[in-house]
């Protein structure tokens, strides 16, 4: 079913509603709808099956061959067609600097466990209250491309689907399955499901003080891997629930290493480098 083209020339409940999402995290989650801005990004978006509210363009200019092409591809309910004003308008709402062509509003899917996938070779990793969401954005681009198959957020944190956060993760957001729960507690059912059908299943989290070297880790899956806040790294939660907790050797006076550093020499790691292996 093609979207249904509804031209505006003045500022509706529509528009302040989108430019509501591009701002407030409450009105997101209230509404599990949330911003995206750029051909590129939507069309990561709809090619992954995310299901999209509307789409939001300017009707007196012309679009590139790009965008009328990720407008044919929308399953978007509504198509918004604004005066370049307008459009302008809801495009600096969410403080994008560079010009894009297209603006939409996404469903959030639902923060259920069961969306990812498990198998004897599963990988997931769980981030514990990150707090930066260039982090969360450069950790969801890291597990993209090392294959995990889901991401947990867990605890107080940036918001997932804030328009800073989806522009960090360079659409990587869109690519495999990241759930939100409230804290660890929600995983130790889940774990305990997975052990039943993978004995083998372990937990291993990342700490400056773990006993375990990374270079002779053995990192054989199924396996979650789990990474700390920025300033507190690994609570005490968290050191419990694991079976292993690793170290990543560094030198000089340096103590720690950025989260989304730390994540993608673990994830290196896992990806295939079996124990015993020299890093570098």
């Excluded at 509804?6 to 430019?19: G, L, M, P």
């Excluded at 701002?23 to 299901?51: P, Y």
Aim: with cysteine; charged share 25%.
């Amino acid at each position: 079913m093609s979207a249904k083209i509804i031209k505006i020339r003045s500022e509706t409940d529509d528009i302040q509603h989108a430019k509501a999402l591009s701002r407030n995290r409450s009105k997101r989650q209230e509404h599990r709808i949330f911003f995206v801005e750029g051909v590129q990004t939507i069309k990561e978006a709809l090619g992954h099956g995310w299901k999209a509210k509307a789409i939001y363009y300017a009707g007196d200019q012309e679009l590139s061959s790009f965008a009328r092409a990720v407008l044919q591809q929308s399953n978007a309910d509504k198509h918004f067609e604004l005066p370049t004003r307008l459009f302008h308008d809801l495009r600096w709402a969410s403080k994008m600097e560079k010009r894009s062509e297209l603006i939409a509003l996404f469903r959030m899917p639902e923060d259920k466990l069961n969306r990812i996938p498990i198998h004897k070779d599963a990988l997931i990793m769980v981030f514990d209250r990150p707090a930066n969401h260039g982090n969360l954005g450069t950790v969801i681009r890291t597990c993209e491309a090392f294959k995990v198959d889901g991401l947990v957020i867990t605890g107080h944190a940036v918001d997932l689907y804030d328009p800073q956060t989806i522009r960090a993760s360079m659409s990587s957001l869109f690519s495999f399955p990241i759930i939100r729960l409230p804290s660890h507690k929600e995983l130790y059912e889940w774990f305990g499901e997975i052990r039943e059908i993978h004995p083998e299943f372990c937990v291993t989290g990342s700490s400056a003080h773990g006993e375990q070297d990374l270079r002779t880790m053995d990192l054989t899956r199924p396996r979650v891997l789990v990474i700390g806040n920025e300033t507190e790294g690994l609570s005490a939660n968290y050191k419990a629930l694991c079976d292993d907790i690793v170290r990543i050797p560094i030198s000089g006076s340096v103590t720690s290493l950025n989260v989304g550093t730390a994540a993608a020499i673990i994830l290196y790691q896992a990806a295939g480098h079996s124990a015993g292996t020299q890093m570098g």
